[in-house]
Nanobody, 127 residues
Framework: QVQLVESGGGLVQAGGSLRLSCAASGRTFSGIPMGWFRQAPGKEREFVVGISWSGGTTDYADSVKGRFTISRDNAKNTMYLQMNSLKPEDTALYYC????????????????????WGQGTQVTVSE
């Protein structure tokens, strides 16, 4: 099986930045898309951004577009999420996710396409 471990979360003031990392282990991810989701207390887990295997295609939720940047280093089996201009509404538990098999970029924001999930890293943005 594949294990995903997020890191980099923390407490930051509004307007600040954080960089999340997702380290994968267990096996390689050849051809597998990855993404980030988040979940606030009492709310459903929502899509943040997804990225194709090559990194050539990305899909951002409207709420983070222009502020967040996703990237991946396949040689290191690591994915990143650079978060700038953070807002209090970004406060949530952020989850790293990976597909179970290659799939088209049109499905990057589809939660059901992701088979592997990390345990989450908390991001808290104060006023």
């Amino acid at each position: 099986q594949v294990q995903l471990v997020e890191s980099g979360g923390g407490l930051v003031q509004a307007g600040g930045s954080l960089r999340l990392s997702c380290a994968a282990s267990g096996r390689t991810f050849s051809g597998i898309p990855m993404g980030w989701f988040r979940q606030a207390p009492g709310k459903e887990r929502e899509f943040v951004v997804g990225i194709s295997w090559s990194g050539g295609t990305t899909d951002y939720a409207d709420s983070v577009k222009g502020r967040f940047t996703i990237s991946r280093d396949n040689a290191k089996n690591t994915m990143y999420l650079q978060m700038n201009s953070l807002k209090p509404e970004d406060t949530a538990l952020y989850y790293c996710a990976a597909g179970r098999a290659p799939f088209g970029s049109i499905w990057l924001r589809s939660r059901d396409k992701y088979d592997y999930w990390g345990q989450g890293t908390q991001v808290t943005v104060s006023e």
